[in-house]
């Protein structure tokens, strides 16, 4: 297997893990700020673990990477409050797809920081994305699933702004996974207990079994996934992550149905199926113009390559 499908391989385990996230924060039963505080609370042991190997494998993390991790810790601290509101909102799996707007944010703003200018196929696909995310709101459909949809996709839109400035942080501060993820980790653990009273406060002490499940979302997606996520995040294009993360919104829209119950309106899943097409048309590079893109050697690190789609 060479070295980019071993990539792409990654991401998409990572993001296959991180779709039970949802799932797993309705099992809870907590409140917002309570499951998105406990996730990362619970989470930091094993990272520091995992960084402190890192660490002496490789050596400190530069101070650029240490404040860029952060800056991702603040505002992946915005994206877990938002996002479990969201959740709360509109369930699982419609909140899921809300929060995977990301693609078309990273896409510009990788274009902007990076270089990696996308195709115009995006400028297309972007308000087509868009009236899928109208449909999901309910706003045309007295049968809308979720206890306030409108107030869900408002969550789930600043979940996507949140998402993308943490996606983008990560792969501009190191092509480390452990020490940027532990620092990270860290940093959105603190700044949600700080932010909590204004999302509705967290309850320090939840009982059993939603401990049980906020143990699961810690080990599972918050450290298992989000490592592989972001070892993958500096070794391939940013719009290419983004794309290959949508295996979570549908993936978590599959769990949610199954396993809670979960039934959007017809509508609504319509606007699930418009949102998918629209992101993969536009984040798709057109076959007859192969652009320069950075690609992992064999020995991890990043290199110029021409290619053709993304």
């Known amino acids: 297997m060479s070295a980019h499908r071993r990539i792409v391989l990654i991401a998409i385990v990572g993001a296959l893990i991180i779709s039970t996230s949802a799932p797993l924060v309705r099992l809870s039963g907590v409140s917002p700020a309570t499951s998105a505080l406990f996730r990362c609370a619970y989470a930091v042991p094993p990272m520091l673990v995992l960084a402190w190997l890192e660490r002496r494998r490789f050596g400190p993390l530069p101070r650029r990477a240490v404040l860029m991790s952060w800056a991702a ?35 510009f703003a990788a274009w902007a920081l990076f270089g990696e200018r996308p195709s115009t196929r995006l400028m297309v696909g972007t308000p087509v994305v868009f009236a899928g995310v109208v449909l999901i709101s309910g706003v045309f459909d007295s049968a809308a699933y979720g206890s306030d949809p409108m107030l869900g996709v408002a969550a789930g839109i600043a979940t996507s702004l949140s998402y993308a400035a943490y996606l983008l942080l990560l792969k501009g ?98 606007g699930c199926a418009v949102v998918v097409v629209g992101v993969l048309y536009g984040s798709r590079r057109p076959p007859a113009r192969a652009s320069a893109e950075k690609v992992p050697s064999d020995d991890g690190r990043v290199s110029s390559a021409r290619s053709g789609p993304a």
């Open 173 to 270: 501060g190191s092509d480390r996974a452990a020490g940027p993820l532990a620092h990270a980790t860290v940093v959105a653990t603190v700044a949600i207990a700080a932010l909590s009273p204004v999302f509705g406060g967290a309850d320090l002490m939840p009982s059993w079994p939603a401990h049980g499940w906020l143990v699961l979302l810690a080990l599972g997606p918050q450290v298992v996934g989000w490592s592989l996520i972001t070892y993958s995040l500096p070794r391939q294009p940013a719009a290419l992550t983004a794309l290959l993360l949508l295996v979570q919104p549908m993936s978590t829209v599959a769990i949610s149905t199954l396993v809670l119950g979960e039934r959007p309106s017809v509508l609504q899943l319509a």
């Open 73 to 107: 810790g603040v505002v992946f601290a915005l994206d877990l409050l938002f996002w479990h509101h969201a959740i709360a909102y509109v369930g699982a799996g419609l909140a899921t797809v809300l929060g995977n707007l990301q693609v078309f944010i990273v896409a």
